[in-house]
């Protein structure tokens, strides 16, 4: 990769507000500033309504955004003025430039405020005694820790706040949110998630527009505003009238009706355009560019060269580096910055001169001939050398200036900086500027200290903490490239593992990565290291449905960790062990090792492991029908993968595996809803698949045919691309059939089944026992379309055969995988409604109301085949009942087709007008139960199963408040309810 000079470049922001107004973003420079902000009443009521409801003990965050030039920042400053409760307002700034590599700058800034304001003592004291991270912010708070784990930060700088409002009332400013860096972002986000108390409001700042869709600001914004705590202030132009305020308050003077319309409409009710035209008098559109810059180039030379360096350093200089970047003495500065004052460029703030707005800055930086723009990055750097040995900013000047002999060591100890704090995003993008330069400067690695294939090494592994695996394979893959497995093996094996767990996160694969790794440490040498790659390989082995090797690699990394004493290794093994329990059917064992795997890698401090655990023992919990059980560990997983900063990542599958059972619960709206908010935090390849296999489920049970077609497309894209997927290929297949049965292609759904025969043997059991279902569907429809079709008869009876193999050889019997194999029982023994109503008891036995619906009117076909009219009425009122809760269309039409073409009546499950909400069919069991029946009997005399009329019967006891049969007899007989 090679770097390139726009990294360091304002870009000019294009607003399109008419043909005059798309020059303005570099015009600016001369705008004279409103004394009074107006047209924002509603916005600053929000706002300190806001405000209100933070200091009674209701913290929030507000995001303002809008526009450049809008007003945003002068909307937060005079919504914060002269609060009631003597507030705190600690303020700190995104920056554009270095923003990929400084780590958490604008809390930085509001740290340091809050020193500042509160004391350093005070501050102190409120923070851990044994040594705070937030010493690696300011030193002077303290030493950090040798080494803390990636969410100390986050929990130091919350309770830090929590406790400064236990005292007064907090407010927390973060300006240009569009600019965040990754650490930035996650701590914003993780302060707004868990302000649970104290007064405390946490305002940002955010330009519409930016930054470009899919960046993770953006899925950052957009996760924000999904939060019921945080509100949104939206700022729009402003209109004809206060535009005319505005001006006049610039002015001084009352506003010409006919010059505020023209201005109005030539800036199109942006506050800063307004100001920048109030001083262009009647010129024409094309001179205001001429007029505008004029202003900067008359500018004396020590004010030119002062407003220069601010442009260039893009963040606040205090007096002795604006001197040294200027190149002028203090006398001089201090002069500049009150012409630059008088002419409304520059501001004076409590760190430092800063150019007045975004705009005039990227203007400024604009106007600058590359020469002089590199020359004063030069200066930048320098001054910036002479107060701190490294930093992300002084890498990224020197290499602005193209000094890449002095950027490269400058990156490098910024990068050491970043690790300290887990600052693994700006620690990549630091280890990237190193490797894009190192070809330009000579001996590189002696001036990092390190080798290129290390610097490859260290970005491989940083890019994995930071959930970039496409990075991380390539990455390793070039050191590997680099390297000797007969010199090294170790080595080789360490980063061969490393890139197959990358690989096995990106797209299934590397499986194989891992087991050459293996094979290159040996039983008995490097024991830590072949432990970690054993435990990785059985992990792979999961994935990939060899149950085999996976307990073989498993156990064999157990034994190591339980040698050597080593929680750290022991977690990562129990956590496969675990799942190879739960796929025995060792219930409490699976429940037990499981959370000895949570507990380990929680104390290990082992994110991975930790989040693992909960994404597969729910999914455990989901293929054994505990369906709520499996949504709600989702559900603390997913808590648990936010506050770790990996809620884009884990998080998102975490969201996937909770939908699940979720779907299966038949509450399809929440289904969709933790789908939909995953999906918008744009999260890897894999698991967007996965989001989108359930969404698709949903939208074929509805009978959503567009949406569910697109999203068909989707995936099977995605799965032609990636083979490793095989979970991903498995459920994709089976939406294949569910769609070629939908459409009657009963050809095309035998065709699917015939491909995935042979690999189903890999799939995940409850799939494979899906297949076979669905397989025995197709053969059922296809023998009823052509019943003396000798062919079909007999392609039907051997595929009949072998899916019946295939779900015989499938392991330990779930109730799930029990509920499959009844109906595929039933399927394969026409005319057997014993064997239909078990498949319905057993559905509903793991509370699956669409499948339960499903075979219900299965059940009813074969009792009209057999004349058995009560009994099919009786299966499809039910069936119906269920089928309109759940709003599955398809399911309901074919129900309402049965009973028409059956001339069974209306089969609606409705209550029948008794006051008491008894169904029709509630009241036909009521009837017989009242002659003293038996659930047997009365199973028996209205065709249904007796685990249905148990349902019932519990059902009819409830409605009517008896806890007896007699008193619902004797409660009937009151209500005159047996004659109905």
Not at 171 to 187: I, N, P, Q
Not at 451 to 473: K, N, Y
Not at 610 to 627: K, V
Request: charged content about 25%; some cysteine.
């Amino acid at each position: 990769m090679t770097p390139s000079p726009s990294r360091f470049r304002w870009q000019a922001v294009v607003v399109r507000l008419g043909d005059i107004r798309s020059g303005l973003g570099e015009m600016v420079t001369g705008s004279v500033v409103s004394p009074v902000l107006v047209g924002r009443d509603g916005e600053i009521a929000a706002l300190r309504a806001a405000y209100e409801r933070a200091r009674t003990g209701r913290p929030g965050t507000v995001l303002v955004s809008g526009e450049p030039g809008i007003g945003k920042s002068r909307l937060v400053a005079a919504g914060v003025r002269e609060l009631p409760g003597d507030p705190l307002v600690l303020s700190g700034g995104c920056l554009e430039l270095g923003s990929e590599g400084a780590p958490y700058v604008p809390f930085v800034a509001v740290l340091r405020d809050l020193v500042r304001r509160f004391g350093r003592a005070p501050v102190a004291a409120l923070l851990p005694p044994g040594g705070t991270a937030l010493g690696d912010w300011l030193p002077d708070l303290g030493p950090a820790p040798a080494r803390y784990g990636p969410t100390r930060l986050l929990e130091e700088m919350l309770t830090l706040l929590c406790r400064v409002a236990e005292s007064r009332p907090v407010v927390v400013v973060v300006e240009d949110l569009h600019w965040a860096d990754a650490s930035s972002r996650e701590l914003f986000a993780y302060l707004a998630r868990n302000l649970a108390d104290g007064a405390v409001l946490l305002v940002g700042t955010v330009r519409t527009g930016e930054p470009a869709a899919g960046h993770p600001n953006r899925r950052m914004l957009a996760e924000l505003g999904r939060g019921g705590a945080v509100e949104r202030i939206v700022l729009g132009p402003l209109e004809q009238g206060d535009v005319a305020a505005l001006l006049a308050a610039v002015d001084g003077q009352a506003p010409d009706p006919a010059r505020s319309a023209r201005i109005h409409r030539r800036s199109g009710g942006n506050p800063l355009f307004v100001e920048a035209l109030s001083n262009a008098g009647e010129a024409p559109s094309g001179d205001l560019r001429s007029l505008l810059l004029a202003r900067i180039t008359d500018l004396p030379g020590p004010a030119r060269e002062v407003l220069e360096a601010l442009a260039v350093a893009g963040a606040e200089l205090p007096d002795d580096l604006a001197r040294e970047v200027a190149g002028e003495s203090g006398d001089r500065v201090r002069a500049a910055i009150d012409e630059l004052s008088g002419r409304d460029l520059v501001v004076a703030r409590d760190d430092g001169y800063a150019i007045r707005h975004d705009l005039i800055r990227e203007a400024v930086y604009e106007a600058l001939p590359p020469d002089r723009r590199r020359h004063m990055h030069a200066r930048c750097a320098e001054a910036l050398a002479g107060r701190a040995r490294g930093g992300t900013a002084l890498a990224e000047h020197w290499t602005a200036a193209g000094e890449f002999a002095r950027a490269l060591p400058a990156a490098w100890h910024a990068a050491g900086l970043a690790a300290r704090q887990n600052a693994y995003d700006e620690q990549l993008h630091l280890l990237e500027l190193v490797l894009e330069q190192w070809e330009k400067v000579p001996d590189a690695s002696g001036l990092v200290g390190a080798s290129r294939t290390a610097v490859l090494e260290h970005a491989a592994g940083v890019a994995f903490a930071a959930g970039r695996s496409a990075a991380g394979v390539a990455y390793g893959t070039a050191a590997l490239d680099e390297l000797d497995p007969a010199a090294e093996p170790e080595r080789v094996a360490r980063l061969l593992g490393l890139r197959g767990r990358l690989r096995s996160r990106l797209d299934g694969t590397g499986r194989d990565d891992l087991r050459r790794a293996v094979a290159l440490v040996p039983a008995g040498s490097a024991d830590p290291l072949r432990s970690g790659l054993l435990s990785a390989s059985a992990f792979t082995d999961i994935m990939a449905g060899d149950a085999g090797d996976a307990r073989r690699h498993a156990a064999d990394a157990l034994d190591i960790a339980e040698r050597l004493g080593a929680d750290a290794l022991r977690a990562p093994a129990l956590l496969v062990l675990a799942t190879l329990h739960g796929q025995d059917g060792h219930q409490e064992e699976t429940r037990r090792t499981f959370a000895e795997a949570r507990r380990t890698a929680e104390a290990a401090e082992d994110a991975h492991t930790f989040l693992t655990t909960f994404q597969w023992e729910a999914s455990h919990l989901t293929d054994a029908g505990r369906y709520e059980e499996a949504a709600a560990l989702a559900r603390r997983g997913q808590q648990a993968a936010e506050r770790l900063g990996q809620g884009r990542s884990r998080g998102s599958m975490l969201a996937a595996v909770r939908a699940v059972p979720l779907c299966s619960l038949g509450r399809w709206d929440e289904a969709l809803e933790v789908t939909g908010d995953a999906l918008a935090l744009a999260p890897p390849p894999l698991y967007t698949a996965f989001l989108r296999l359930i969404t698709a489920e949903v939208s074929h049970r509805r009978g959503e045919t567009g949406r569910f077609e697109t999203l068909l497309r989707q995936l099977t894209e995605f799965v032609q691309h990636t083979p490793g997927a095989v979970e991903a290929t498995s459920s994709l297949a089976l939406l294949r059939i569910v769609h070629a049965l939908g459409r009657d292609d009963l050809e095309a759904a035998d065709r699917i089944v015939g491909e995935h025969l042979a690999a189903a043997e890999a799939w995940p059991p409850h799939d494979t026992a899906r297949l076979a279902v669905l397989g025995a569907r197709a053969q059922r429809l296809r023998r009823t379309a052509a019943p003396r079709n000798r062919r079909i008869a007999d392609q039907a009876a051997d595929r009949l055969g072998e899916l019946a193999r295939m779900l015989d050889a499938l392991p330990a019997v779930t109730p799930v995988i029990d509920a499959q194999r009844r109906t595929f029982h039933a399927l394969t023994s026409p005319g057997e409604l014993p064997a239909w109503d078990g498949a319905a008891d057993a559905w509903r036995a793991v509370s699956d109301p669409y499948e339960t619906a499903v075979v219900l009117a299965e059940g009813a076909v074969a009792a009209l085949a057999s004349n058995n009219r009560p009994g099919a009425r009786a299966r499809l009122r039910e069936a119906r009942a269920l089928a309109t809760t759940l709003g599955a269309a398809p399911l309901l039409a074919r129900i309402d087709d049965l009973a028409s073409r059956g001339r069974l009546g209306d089969v609606a499950d409705a209550p029948a007008g008794n006051g008491l909400g008894l169904t029709r069919r509630e009241l036909d069991v009521l009837r017989v139960l009242a002659r003293g029946r038996s659930n047997p009997q009365i199973a028996a005399e209205l065709f249904i199963s007796p685990n249905t009329v148990a349902t019932h019967v519990a059902r009819i006891l409830t409605k009517l408040g008896v806890a007896t049969r007699t008193e619902a007899a004797a409660r009937a007989r009151e209500y005159d309810l047996l004659d109905r």
